[in-house]
């Protein structure tokens, strides 16, 4: 896929009225497959947007806290993950 087709791709997504819950759903679940594999291909920390994304604090905590509330992680859990 081209970088005019990704940046064609992200404008027509991000019309919230046309995307129902399903395929962004689906579209998160193959970003995350992604996004995992390639950091552990690469075995060091991969930023998961760019920063010019416009991702804000409160994008990423509602996406993190769906994210570990969907699989059932803890709060223990992800102190275990980090060795706190």
Known sequence: ???AAIDEAIRELS???????ATLQA???????????????LGTHVPPYLPA????PTHAIRAAAGLLREAD??????????NV
């Open 1 to 3: 896929m081209t970088s």
């Open 73 to 82: 992680i803890t709060s223990f859990d992800l102190a275990m993950m980090f």
């Open 27 to 41: 579209l998160f679940g193959a970003c995350l497959r992604a996004y995992s594999t390639r950091s552990e291909e």
């Open 53 to 56: 994304s416009g991702i804000t």
């Open 15 to 21: 019309d919230l009225e046309t995307l129902d819950d």
